[in-house]
């Protein structure tokens, strides 16, 4: 048998996905220990996030930009680098920061940043003997505690929603890709991300009625379900 050496570029997005909605269904089964819960709350999160970095980058690696130009564009923050995606690829076309889709997903960079880039927050006990409650700061559009200890798999759950929210938006909205068209996109595994074919990850049907049943829309990307 003849050898040949095939070359593809693997961006993870499928890997991204998989692990945050494994780590939030467990996180969300009421069998698994509180302190682990949370563990797989916050692991689940910053997956979501990475998901959305992951996208922003795919979009910019797209646009085939000369090396100082990509090297310019790659230092800004992921909304900026969706907004200068649609500039860039399409007429009149930007992010509309006041919708409640952007307004999540700024919500969720400034956690993520607090995460990465921890200061001390400051916790205002109320105790009773040697026992005590305390009220954490919540964000305001989404209600996700600002200090990490404070989440659970409540918070990985908003994250979720808000971050397939703002992906839906993004490519079904303003690009106005198809859900074939978003999956050749982000699953490439070409050199430059496009419409060739893809490897379509498959998940459970059974996955996707427990997503649909918490208001995760996962249909803006072709998915296969078995």
């Given at each position: ?22 780590m ?81 997903i ?20 109320e ?55 978003v ?20 998940f ?23």
């Open positions: 048998m003849d050898k040949r050496i095939e070359i593809s570029y693997e961006r993870n997005f499928d890997t991204l996905l998989f692990d945050s909605i494994d939030l269904l467990h996180s969300l089964d009421a069998d698994v220990d509180f302190d682990f819960r949370q563990t797989l709350g916050r692991s689940s999160m910053l997956n979501s996030i990475l998901l959305l970095e992951l996208s922003a980058n795919t979009c910019i690696e797209s646009l085939e930009l000369e090396g100082s130009v990509f090297n310019e564009i790659d230092r800004l923050p992921f909304l900026g680098k969706f907004d200068f995606f649609l500039r860039t690829k399409f007429r009149n076309r930007k992010l509309e920061r006041g919708v409640v889709e952007v307004e999540g700024k919500e969720l960079k400034k956690l993520r940043d607090g995460y990465v880039h921890m200061k001390p927050h400051k916790v205002i006990w105790m009773e003997g040697d026992s005590g409650r305390a009220d954490m700061d919540k964000t305001a559009l989404l209600g996700i505690p600002k200090n990490p200890k404070g989440w659970d798999e409540n918070s990985a759950l908003k994250t979720t929603q808000a971050v397939h929210a703002f992906l839906k938006y993004f490519f079904r909205v303003k690009c106005k890709y198809g859900p074939e068209r999956g050749a996109f982000l699953l490439s595994e070409s050199k430059v991300p496009g419409s060739d074919p893809y490897p379509i990850p498959l459970y049907k059974s996955t996707r009625k427990k997503l649909m049943e918490m208001g995760v829309d996962l249909s803006y990307i072709k998915l296969a379900w078995a």
